[in-house]
C-alpha cells in the first residue's frame, strides 16, 4: 500500500474514532461512561499520532518512531501550533493506565472536552494539508 493510501485509510479511521470520542463526552457520566469516555481518549490520542506519523512520512520525514518524536516533527513543521499541549496530552495518556485510581480517572475526564478540541484541530488541520 502506498503511504499516501495508508495515510487517507489512517485519516477516515481518525475521523471515525474522533466521532466517538464526543460520544463519550457526557455532561454527567457513570463510572462506567466515564471509563469508556477515557479509552476512546486512549485509542484517539493513539491515531492521532498514528495519524500524523504517515502524514510526515507522505511529506518525507521518516525514522518517527514516538509519539515525542512526531509530534516535535510537526511542530517544527507549523502542523501543530503548541508542542506543550500534546506533551501534557502524551503525560495523560501514559498515566490512563491508571483508572482504577478514581481520583486520576475524574480528574483525567475533566480534561477530556479539551483534548477532544486539540484532536479534531489536527484532524481538519491535516485534512486541509493534504
Not at 475521523?15 to 460520544?23: D, I, P, Y
Not at 518517527?64 to 501534557?88: G, H, K, T
Request: with cysteine; charged share 25%; glycine share 2%.
Amino acid at each position: 500500500m502506498a503511504v499516501n493510501d495508508y495515510f487517507e485509510d489512517k485519516l477516515e479511521t481518525f475521523e471515525q474514532a474522533l466521532s466517538t470520542f464526543k460520544e463519550g463526552l457526557l455532561p454527567q457520566p457513570s463510572l462506567l461512561e466515564r471509563d469508556g469516555a477515557i479509552q476512546r481518549f486512549e485509542y484517539c490520542f493513539d491515531l492521532s499520532w498514528k495519524t500524523l506519523k504517515r502524514f510526515l512520512e507522505k511529506r518525507g520525514l521518516m525514522d518517527l518512531n514516538s509519539p515525542r518524536s512526531v509530534f516535535a516533527a510537526a511542530y517544527a513543521e507549523s502542523i501543530i501550533n503548541d508542542e506543550q499541549v500534546w506533551a501534557n496530552i502524551i503525560l495523560k495518556r501514559n498515566a490512563s493506565v491508571h483508572t482504577y485510581n478514581q481520583k486520576m480517572a475524574n480528574a483525567l475526564f475533566e480534561l477530556l472536552p479539551s483534548y477532544y478540541e486539540v484532536m479534531r484541530n489536527l484532524f481538519f488541520k491535516m485534512k486541509e494539508m493534504a
